[in-house]
């Protein structure tokens, strides 16, 4: 297993079959999985995504598998109880990594992910809603369940603001807590 370090937060990245390094059994069974799958060029999806991780790290009983999208398997999708799916806008549409993930794991998983739960949080220049709504639509394909509001940063060459990254601890936290509970 390896590990990643994003902003001082170590967050176990799991290798196709192996246990993840907080992995165990909460009180009720198994762990809650949560899955963050994204892609970055230039760092600011990357930062996000490590925001994410540490808000849903921060509930109990949690384990999050944080990947790349190119090194993120069908097995990682059908595992976790809940996603978040991080990209930057490319030419208004997702980075081709994350396209190419969904291209991956959409026969295979199709009708094995029914409802399940996911977010969205996404890096652009100027706008984000074009990779946001070509997420959705692919979204709907898999009849995968949106939770809560997508988080976009709109100002990339500034970097990405404590606001934004509050947002998406925030967001982690609430597929997190939500697929915990069981609410979703
Ligand atoms: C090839 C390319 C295409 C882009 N297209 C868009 C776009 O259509 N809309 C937008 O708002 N930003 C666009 N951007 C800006 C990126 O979305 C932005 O810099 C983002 O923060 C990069 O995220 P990253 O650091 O995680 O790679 C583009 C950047 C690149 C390199």
Same mark, same amino acid.
């Given at each position: 297993?390896?590990? #990643?370090?994003?902003d001082?937060?170590?967050?176990?990245?799991?290798?196709?079959?192996?246990k993840?390094w907080?992995?165990?059994?909460?009180? $009720?069974?198994?762990?809650t999985?949560?899955?963050? &799958? !994204?892609?970055? #060029?230039?760092?600011?999806?990357?930062?996000?995504? $490590?925001?994410?991780a540490?808000?849903?790290?921060?509930?109990?009983?949690?384990?999050?598998?944080?990947?790349?999208?190119k090194?993120?398997?069908?097995?990682?999708?059908?595992?976790?109880?809940?996603?978040?799916?991080?990209?930057?806008?490319n030419?208004? %549409?997702?980075?081709?990594?994350?396209?190419?993930?969904?291209?991956?794991?959409?026969?295979?998983a199709?009708?094995? &992910?029914?409802?399940?739960? %996911?977010v969205?949080?996404?890096?652009?220049?100027?706008?984000g809603?074009g990779?946001?709504?070509?997420?959705?639509?692919?979204?709907l394909? %898999? #009849?995968?369940k949106?939770? !809560?509001?997508?988080?976009i940063?709109?100002?990339?060459?500034?970097? &990405?603001?404590?606001?934004?990254?509050a #947002?998406?601890?925030?967001?982690?936290?609430?597929?997190?807590?939500?697929?915990e509970?069981?609410i979703?």
């Open positions: 297993m390896s590990f #990643q370090k994003i001082g937060v170590e967050i176990a990245a799991r290798a196709h079959g192996e993840c907080n992995a165990g059994e909460s009180a $009720g069974g198994r762990m999985r949560i899955l963050i &799958v !994204y892609h970055s #060029q230039t760092g600011n999806t990357e930062k996000m995504a $490590g925001a994410v540490e808000g849903a790290a921060s509930i109990e009983s949690i384990e999050v598998i944080l990947k790349e999208a090194d993120t398997s069908l097995e990682d999708l059908l595992v976790c109880d809940g996603l978040a799916i991080g990209t930057p806008e030419f208004g %549409y997702m980075s081709g990594a994350v396209k190419d993930f969904f291209d991956r794991t959409f026969y295979p199709e009708g094995k &992910v029914f409802r399940k739960p %996911y969205v949080f996404i890096s652009s220049g100027n706008d809603t990779a946001l709504s070509s997420i959705d639509r692919i979204a394909g %898999y #009849q995968f949106k939770v !809560y509001e997508p988080v940063a709109r100002n990339s060459k500034g970097g &990405v603001t404590n606001e934004i990254l #947002q998406c601890r925030e967001l982690g936290q609430t597929i997190a807590g939500g697929c509970a069981g979703y």
